[in-house]
C-alpha cells in the first residue's frame, strides 16, 4: 500500500501510466482512504464531464467571411493605411482570432483522445483457458483481443480469461456469453448474458461494473463469482471486499462471504452470509421472490428468518428493515437492536423512518459483526 497519499498519482492512473502492480496499490490506498478516495471520484466527475463536451464545428457564415476576406486582400494591399486596415478588418480580426481558438480547442481535444493509454486501450486481451472460446463469429487460437461491443462466448468444453485493462482479471466458466460494453479510464462495463465467470479486481471503488439481465454489479475493491440462468436470474458470491449489487433505486451491499440473489423484474434481494443456516436462506428467498404469499404468510416466514438469525444476519436485516413496512419492520427493528443497540443519536423512530444517516450510522456499528476486513466502506450512500 502507498504509505503517503496518492493525490499525485491520480493523473498517472487515469490516463494507464502506472503499472500493474502500482495500479494495484494506489487502488488499495484509494479504497481505505476516504480524502483520496473523495479527491479521485472528483476527479472522475471532471474527466466524464470533459467527455461529454461537445465537438463544435465552425459555423458557415466565418468560412464565408474568410473567403471574402481573401477577395479584400488583393484590393486592400494596393490602397493599404493603417486606418483602413483597421476599419475593414475590424469583424474579420474577430473571426480569425475565433477560429484560432476553435482550433486550439480542437487540438486540445484531439490531443486527449489520442493520449496514449496502452493499458486502458479499446479492447481486453482474452486468453483461451481450454476448448475453443469465439469471439464474435471466430475461435480464437491461443488468444485474442476483445473489442468494444464484441461477445466473448464459450461453449460447454471452453473457457478464458480475461485481462479486464490494468484493474484485474475475468475467468469465464463454460457455457457463458459476455460483452465487452465500455472500457474508459472511469468505467469499464461487461454484459453478462448468461453463464457464469469469476471477477478478481483492484480498482477503485466503481470502476468496474457487470451488467446482467436483472441487476447491475458494481465493484468496490473485490473478488466475486456471478451467475446468470436462463431465466435472467443471477447469484453473487463475494470471496474479498465488496460489491453492491443495484437496479433503479433498490441497492444490496454484499461483504466478503455474502452471496446475494436477482431476478428479472425485481432486481437484487437481500444479502445473506452463506454460513446461515438452509431455513434461513429458503425462508428469505421467499421472502423476496415469491409474489404469491399474503400479508399473512409473509409475516409468518419473516417471524420464523429472525428466529433463526444469528448476529452476524444483521446484514440481511439491516438490508430488510427497509424492504418490509409496519409491524413486520418493528419486529426486524427489535431483533436487530438485541444483536447491537443502535448507536448513540439513532432513534428507534428515526430507524424506522427509514433515516439514511441514522441507518447508515447504525450500519458502521454492527460491520464489526459482518466482516473484519478494513476495507469496508465507510458509508453506503457515498459509495
Ligand atoms: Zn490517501
Redesign the pocket.
Known amino acids: 500500500m502507498?504509505s503517503?497519499?496518492?493525490?499525485k498519482e491520480f493523473s498517472a492512473y487515469v490516463h494507464g501510466e502506472l503499472s500493474s502492480e502500482e495500479s494495484r496499490r494506489f487502488a488499495e490506498?484509494?479504497i481505505s482512504?476516504q480524502?483520496?478516495h473523495t479527491k479521485f471520484e472528483e476527479i472522475k466527475l471532471g474527466i466524464k464531464l470533459a467527455e461529454q463536451l461537445p465537438r463544435l464545428s465552425a459555423p458557415d457564415h466565418l468560412w464565408e467571411e474568410i473567403e471574402s476576406l481573401r477577395a479584400r486582400q488583393a484590393v486592400s494591399t494596393t490602397q493599404f493605411t493603417p486606418r483602413s486596415f483597421l476599419n475593414n478588418w475590424k469583424p474579420q480580426v474577430a473571426g480569425i482570432a475565433a477560429i484560432v481558438l476553435l482550433a486550439i480547442g480542437l487540438a486540445i481535444l484531439w490531443h486527449h483522445r489520442n493520449r496514449p493509454a496502452p493499458p486502458l486501450g479499446p479492447s481486453w486481451r482474452v486468453a483461451r483457458l481450454g476448448g475453443t472460446p469465439k469471439i464474435g463469429s471466430a475461435g480464437i487460437g491461443n488468444g485474442g483481443q476483445l473489442g468494444v461491443g464484441q461477445w466473448l462466448e464459450t461453449d460447454s468444453t471452453s473457457k478464458a480469461e480475461i485481462s479486464v485493462a490494468s484493474i484485474g482479471q475475468v475467468q469465464i466458466d463454460p457455457n457463458t456469453r459476455v460483452r465487452l460494453l465500455e472500457t474508459q479510464p472511469t468505467e469499464h462495463r461487461l454484459e453478462l448474458a448468461r453463464g457464469k465467470m469469476s471477477a478478481r479486481i483492484w480498482a477503485p471503488p466503481r470502476l468496474f461494473f457487470v451488467d446482467t439481465p436483472s441487476a447491475v454489479a458494481a465493484d468496490l475493491g473485490c473478488a466475486y463469482t456471478l451467475e446468470v440462468d436462463d431465466a435472467g436470474s443471477s447469484l453473487l458470491r463475494v470471496t474479498f471486499g465488496w460489491v453492491a449489487l443495484e437496479l433503479k433505486d433498490r441497492e444490496s451491499m454484499v461483504p466478503s462471504g455474502a452471496a446475494c440473489q436477482t431476478r428479472p423484474g425485481i432486481g437484487p434481494g437481500t444479502p445473506y452470509f452463506e454460513d446461515a443456516s438452509p431455513d434461513f436462506r429458503q425462508l428469505l428467498t421467499q421472502l423476496d421472490f415469491d409474489s404469491s404469499l399474503s400479508a399473512a404468510q409473509k409475516t409468518d416466514a419473516l417471524l420464523k428468518l429472525l428466529s433463526q438469525s444469528r448476529a452476524r444476519d444483521t446484514l440481511t436485516l439491516w438490508h430488510l428493515l427497509g424492504r418490509v413496512a409496519g409491524s413486520d419492520r418493528e419486529r426486524v427493528y427489535e431483533r436487530m437492536a438485541a444483536f447491537v443497540p443502535p448507536p448513540p443519536g439513532v432513534t428507534r423512530d428515526g430507524a424506522l423512518q427509514l433515516d439514511q444517516p441514522m441507518l447508515d450510522q447504525w450500519r458502521d456499528r454492527l460491520e464489526d459483526s459482518w466482516t473484519n476486513s478494513n476495507l469496508a466502506p465507510k458509508s453506503l450512500k457515498a459509495w
Open positions: 502507498f503517503h497519499h496518492v493525490t490506498h484509494i482512504c480524502k483520496c
